[in-house]
T-cell receptor
């Protein structure tokens, strides 16, 4: 079965510090890769997808096929980035969600 | 505003009761999904439907059933609820074509507690 790991359940950083949320997936073909985010009292929503190569809210994600990783990065974290982040590869027709990382950006 | 609506938002029930969670959407998407969220496990797929006549089991379909009554409606049923079905349930939709193909749009969630 496809597996997705996000090794940090909770990640705390200070405002202005760089942040990296890790995501590793088990190898099987070439999934399309997504990050979804859930802010407090809001719905789960798309943050970014690999094929778009966009930078959303300052976040980027680099696909490393050799390491089967898709880590999410932002050079300067903001307090409004505090949220739950889910890595979600799309294999075939369906997503497999990682367990999530809660990012807390401290003032 | 086009949206994904789930009802009820919260439900407390007893073991053995039949429960239905409903999902409707005004986004015009052809695909609909039911996920379950448990702490530390992320979202797990229960059932999905790619059009009205298409129903597919997901990773954790045991104990659940679904009905796609129309393109806009997708209901999840627990025929005989048990306590380990206590969870937050999300409905999601996506389009199979276009620039936002495969991007999930989520409902607000339905919190179910089985006593």
């Amino acid at each position: 079965a496809q597996r997705v790991t996000q090794p940090e359940k909770l990640l705390s950083v200070f405002k202005g510090a760089p942040v990296e949320l890790k995501c590793n997936y088990s190898y099987s073909g070439s999934p399309e890769l997504f990050w979804y985010v859930q802010y407090s009292r809001q719905r789960l929503q798309l943050l970014l997808r690999h094929i778009s190569r966009e930078s959303i809210k300052g976040f980027t994600a680099d696909l490393n096929k050799g390491e089967t990783s898709f880590h999410l990065k932002k050079p300067f974290a903001q307090e409004e980035d505090s949220a739950m982040y889910y890595c979600a590869p799309l294999w075939g027709q369906n997503f497999v969600f990682g367990p999530g990382t809660r990012l807390s950006v401290l003032p | 505003d086009a949206d994904v609506t789930q009802t009820p938002r919260n439900r407390i029930t007893k073991t053995g009761k039949r429960i239905m969670l409903e999902c409707s959407q005004t986004k015009g998407h052809d695909r609909m999904y039911w996920y379950r969220q448990d702490p530390g496990l992320g979202l797990r797929l229960i059932y999905y439907s790619f059009d009205v006549k298409d129903i597919n089991k997901g990773e954790i379909s045991d104990g659940y059933s679904v009905s796609r009554q129309a393109q806009a409606k997708f209901s999840l049923s627990l025929e005989s609820a048990i306590p380990n079905q206590t969870a937050l349930y999300f409905c999601a939709t996506s389009d199979s074509t276009g620039t936002r193909a495969n991007v999930l749009t989520f409902g607000a969630g339905s919190r179910l507690t089985v006593l």
